[in-house]
């Protein structure tokens, strides 16, 4: 068995294609990583620069074909991917050039059916292909563009495969000025030559935990990218490279991803932090080196906020139509997200607000925030005009991507959707973000083919469920600790109450009456009615319209939801436990732009728990009755890190006395609807 690797990576371009300094620097880091032996352990390792067309065929149908059944054969590829009119995808090369109406002159790139087809006709079992390359055009000097989108899992299959991605179709690759690799793959890089990327500790880093490794650093410092994977059979598990098992240091990096969180290590994290260090006899350079790499998603993140605050500060107001195009290629550019530019922008107009209709003092108190947005956009309104509701004038859209598998797992689809939502300032930095949620009618329930079912779902029934806002994630220990320095209504609350810390983490360990104080807490900060939802508002968002079992579809994945993978549903493959709960927001939403509905924490409901649902409302409301009032047990939903998947399903039920706590039990909170959706 042989280990080898073809790496491409193309900088230089004709006329028409910009070139890509960090292409073959990124070829030159995975080569130093895949060549060492005790690391990659590959014995051939071949680098391609910037190639012209005839050089890379020749390399790619050398890759596949002289090899035998049990080798194992990396593709790298980092430089500019290109479509068609139609979709179809190529690989660039040196000699790649477009027509004079811009189309790209396919005689000049590689198509990936080429590549598809080599990989049909090799005999090895064990494929993997990483590409680094980006599908749209991005704003900014620092930023390299790239041309169309891409559908690797149409056009890429077989056997025994695995396709990674740096992004999703029409998402950006970063190559910024003062950085030697491009993001995706110094990622890749940090993984590998760390050992970071051994997520299960057993010294074996897969396909799938290099994946999930750059994924996670990308939510954290590029949260616009969405690097993929296309898996067949069992691709996922191909080990690419070893990692030493019991390294200090290593104890050490993980430790700070631990007891870190936005970028922020606090005091007691310090000292555990500085205890560890002597512990391990590390000195002080080897500990900053670790920090830093840990902290720097975080930080370049914070950086590109900054830097889209001060170019939108420069900007003439009121902002016309090309501005406002020329932000949002920035914004993408960046890799930000459409709440945190919300936020910055809100801050940016209200300062013009007041310098542009020329208030001073207690000027500003004599208008409405209504008349002062007329005064800016120079809109008409009558003198008496009401601001009619806060929420209503400031919501936002949001986009995400809303993935459906079979099965078996496997992704059958992916749309991209928008919602809409607010956000509510908790103080200190901290913001709650509620989604606006049209009402309608559904089956509250689950159907007698539904394999695991329980009888407590049953009967199904009609539900009419009015528009409501609920929290776009589970109510995280950051946004707990804010509300719990607000004053008490009648019960104290503990402001660190978490086993698994992290600022991101949803917060557990709350019993339902904590969770009920912090509501009454939050609605007397904000004046809007923030509460539980009902067990019928629940069920009707995780649905998200779905009536299979769960709003993914057929089944569920480690990949899409936070469960005890050793355990499966329907026909999907076991997978990840990671018996932890997991930052919120790292899984694709559903169809109303909910995260993690399904699994990482259950989540209290309003209502008292009933055996079944005979005699159940059918109105969306709270379920409970004057002879529940001696009834201490309250429902909870969702399923949990701890769970097996069957109780994850959008139906299921369960329950627990109010004043309990575990560290699998949280929540997320409703409010009513603004007045316009």
């Not at 990576?9 to 060492?36: F, T």
């Not at 607000?353 to 007329?374: D, E, M, P, T």
Request: aromatic fraction near 10%; include cysteine; glycine fraction near 8%.
């Amino acid at each position: 068995m042989a280990k080898i690797a073809l790496l491409i990576g193309v900088s230089e371009y004709a006329e028409g294609l910009k070139s890509l300094p960090a292409a073959v620097k990124d070829v030159a880091a995975m080569r130093s990583i895949l060549s060492d032996p005790e690391i990659g352990g590959f014995e051939r390792v071949v680098p391609l620069e910037n190639p012209d067309l005839q050089t890379m065929q020749e390399e790619i149908a050398t890759l596949f074909s002289e090899c035998g059944e049990e080798d194992l054969l990396l593709l790298y590829f980092s430089g500019h991917g290109i479509t068609d009119e139609v979709g179809k995808f190529y690989f660039s090369n040196r000699s790649s050039r477009k027509l004079a109406d811009g189309r790209l002159n396919k005689g000049t790139a590689v198509p990936a059916s080429f590549v598809h087809d080599q990989m049909e006709n090799c005999e090895s079992r064990r494929m993997v292909v990483i590409l680094d390359c980006c599908n749209s055009g991005a704003f900014g000097a620092n930023v390299a563009r790239d041309e169309g989108t891409i559908d690797f899992s149409r056009q890429l299959g077989g056997e025994g495969r695995i396709v990674l991605t740096s992004s999703s179709a029409i998402e950006y690759s970063f190559e910024r000025s003062g950085e030697e690799l491009a993001i995706y793959t110094r990622y890749l890089v940090e993984g590998l030559r760390t050992g970071a990327a051994d997520l299960d500790e057993d010294g074996l880093i897969s396909a799938n935990e290099l994946h999930e490794f750059v994924r996670t650093k990308l939510m954290r410092a590029m949260p616009s990218m969405h690097p993929e994977r296309y898996v067949v059979r069992d691709g996922e598990k191909i080990v690419l490279a070893k990692a030493e098992i019991g390294n200090p240091v290593r104890k050490y990096r993980k430790l700070v991803e631990e007891l870190s969180s936005n970028g922020e290590i606090r005091p007691a994290g310090r000292k555990v932090l500085d205890l560890k260090a002597s512990e391990f006899k590390l000195n002080a350079e080897v500990v900053q080196e670790l920090e830093d790499e840990v902290l720097q998603p975080y930080r370049e993140y914070q950086a590109n906020l900054e830097e889209y605050e001060k170019l939108l500060a420069e900007c003439k107001f009121p902002l016309d139509e090309r501005d406002r195009g020329d932000l949002k290629h920035l914004q993408q550019a960046l890799g930000l997200r459409d709440e945190d530019v919300k936020l910055i922008e809100q801050r940016i107009t209200r300062r013009h607000f007041i310098k542009f209709a020329g208030f001073g003092g207690a000027g500003i108190l004599g208008l409405s925030l209504l008349q002062i947005v007329g005064r800016l956009f120079q809109f008409k309104l009558p003198a008496s005009s009401a601001f009619a509701s806060s929420k209503e004038m400031a919501l936002q859209n949001f986009e995400f991507d809303v993935v459906t598998v079979n099965a078996q797992g496997l992704e059958i689809d992916r749309q991209h959707k928008q919602a809409q939502f607010f956000v509510e300032d908790l103080g200190d930095g901290v913001t709650l973000e509620m989604v606006a949620i049209q009402g309608g009618k559904f089956v509250m329930g689950s159907p007698d083919n539904e394999v695991e079912r329980l009888s407590s779902e049953t009967p199904r029934h009609f539900v009419n469920v009015s528009s409501f806002c609920m929290g776009k994630f589970e109510v995280t220990q950051a946004q707990w600790a804010a509300v719990a320095k607000l004053p008490k209504v009648k019960i104290d609350l503990n402001p660190d109450p978490a086993k698994f810390k992290g600022n991101n983490r949803p917060v557990e360990q709350i019993s339902w009456d904590e969770a009920i104080e912090f509501c009454d807490r939050l609605t007397r900060k904000t004046g809007e009615p923030y509460r539980l939802p009902s067990e019928a508002e629940w069920e009707y968002a995780c649905r998200a319209g779905t009536t299979t079992p769960f709003h993914f579809g057929e089944t569920i994945t480690p990949e899409l939801v936070n469960y005890d993978g050793n355990y499966t549903y329907a026909n999907a493959a076991k997978g990840k436990y990671r018996e932890t709960t997991i930052e919120v927001g790292s899984f694709p939403p559903n169809a109303f732009g909910l995260y993690e509905m399904h699994g990482n924490v259950w989540e209290w409901c309003a209502d008292a728990w009933h055996e079944s649902y005979v005699n159940a409302p059918v109105d969306g409301r709270v379920w409970e009755m004057e002879s529940d009032r001696e009834n201490n047990r309250r429902v909870v939903r969702g399923g949990s890190w701890i769970n097996l998947p069957r109780y994850c399903r959008s139906a299921t039920r369960s329950y627990n006395v109010a004043g309990f706590r575990d560290n699998y039990s949280g929540f997320r909170v409703v409010c009513s609807a603004p007045r316009t959706l």
